[in-house]
């Protein structure tokens, strides 16, 4: 049973570029949500996506923005990164959008922005 | 409003008991613990529910009082492996809040 997958593992990007992360859900979950974990904190809520369509969203700037596929895969995308976003950032899938369902974290995509 | 965790970290040696406390200034419905070691993801412990459901594993315990909006998370007979940063999680319709972590290093 394959967990939550997350690709790439590693990226370096510099000031003002884009990039796209993504994430494959662990089989059976059709629920995405991803975050942002500086070093030394907890992680952030960035958004959640599910039926392909944004569902709730954290406190970040329109700069990030996501998407979720029919086989329930999602990618995050952000846009003119600064060098603040600089984090790891984790995908986590679960069953649906009851408050009761376990996430399952992927390994997460360090992103370094120079 | 990010939960307020307490202790920031702790010391222990293997076999000590130790309790990891998470306050929220809002009414919680559900509180989730999660553990996470060093350069890796978090890993589901425990959920629990308003009105005294729980999910998790059976070796970890932890209470949910919902009048004080607090939830404790008990570490008993520690292990080297329980070493890590734990979180607690206050979630609303999958939206998981976490806060800022308790990091906890069992020493032979």
């Known amino acids: 049973d394959a967990g939550v997958t997350q690709s790439p593992t590693h990226l370096i990007k510099t000031r003002g570029q884009q990039v796209t992360l993504r994430c494959s859900p662990k089989s059976g979950h059709d629920t995405v949500s991803w975050y942002q974990q500086a070093l030394g904190q907890g992680p952030q809520f960035i958004f959640q996506y599910y039926e392909e369509e944004e569902r709730q969203r954290g406190n970040f700037p329109d700069r990030f923005s996501g998407h979720q596929f029919p086989n329930y895969s999602s990618e995050l995308n952000v846009n003119a990164l600064l060098l603040g976003d600089s984090a790891l950032y984790l995908c986590a899938s679960s069953l649906g959008l009851a408050d009761y369902n376990e996430q399952f974290f992927g390994p997460g995509t360090r992103l370094t922005v120079l | 409003q990010q939960p307020v965790q307490s202790p920031q970290a702790v010391i222990l040696r293997e076999g000590e008991d130790a309790v990891i406390n998470c306050s929220s200034s809002k009414a919680l419905y559900s509180v989730h613990w999660y553990r996470q070691k060093h350069g890796e993801a978090p890993v589901f412990l425990m959920i629990?529910?308003?009105?005294?459901e729980q999910k998790g594993h059976e070796k970890i315990s932890a209470s949910f009082n919902e009048k004080k909006q607090q939830s404790s998370l008990y570490l008993t007979a520690s292990q080297l492996s329980y070493s890590g940063t734990y979180f607690c999680g206050t979630e609303k319709g999958g939206k998981l809040i976490f806060g800022q972590g308790t990091e906890l290093s069992v020493k032979p």
């Open positions: 629990l529910l308003k009105g005294g």
